[in-house]
């Protein structure tokens, strides 16, 4: 036979075995094939967390739309499918290809990853968005992330947090000696280094552990996600406000490989969506906690107090030391803890004559 006799007859076969399978078994075609892509979103979050949990499954269901069912995201909350803080690992190896997730979990990997987030007497939420988006932030970002196969994504902010809840009163910095106070990362060293006692547990066994003594005290988020924890019917005190995070950035990390591959309408959608639940679980956040403060203050008759100057004194200060060790641990993370840092000085230069300065004067109106 001629070679193009061949190649007629090789063709015929194929054509006549892939019909009759069409006919028998009527084989759905692969999804990919139909422009349709089906993605996995694992996260740290229990789903029903309000705030974390629910806005995550905001974020994925609006991808979702937004694309018109091309990026299907399936979400499996902390547990589910990987272990809640095996979800870096499982993206970077891309078990899921996108985790919702704090960047400051990933102090294993590199302590650079902690600014991303939010560090001890670091910046606010607003703050925070200047210097990722605008103050040279998400590049290093992406340049840390980029050794794991990973970019992330600002994608959520709790603003301001409280000091946490405490079965012990607090009137001097003499006070935190010895106290057994969950405070995980960073903020846990700067504890540590002022004589207390630095616990990591996780927040669904938080209520069991203060209830019976294990713990003296513990900080969580605000107002809204620890109400709903029950955390003022084992404590006595609630104290604010937090040294620990001014305003901590919640990620959407994505396997680099595979968002690379997405079609770059896909890649506008992931990112213009995440750029909006940055914006709305902040406001989000700022609404239940004004209205559960109320609750926790005159319903509940909570007694809530601010921290004693000296005590806050000290945890700026030694958290300012803390700190600046982690520029230490590389070469990227000293250019992360400079541009940081820097950004954080001019905004507290001008930080009087803005809203530090407004929101003195308006206390009392
Ligand atoms: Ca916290």
Redesign the pocket.
Known sequence: MKNNQIKRRAFLTSAVAAGAAAATFNFPMPAIASGKRQWKMVMTWQKVLPGLGTGAIRLAKRITDLSDGKLEIKVYGGGELVPAMGVFDAVSQGTAQMGHAAPYYWLGKSRGAAFFCGVPGGLTAQEQNGWLYFGGGKRLWDELYAQFGLIAFPAGN?GC?MGGWFNKEINSKNDLKGLKMRM?GL?GEVLTKLGGSAQVIPPQELFTAMQSGVIDAL???GAWNDMSLGFHRVSKYYYGP?F??GG?TLELMINKKEFDKLPKNLQKIVKVACAAENDVMMAEYHANNVRAFQSLKYKHKVDIRQYPADVLKAFFDTAKGVVADVANDGAIEKRIYESYEKYRKYSVDMAPYAELGFMKERKNG
């Open positions: 709790t947090q995980p903020a900080e969580w988020v937090a620990q995070e901590p």
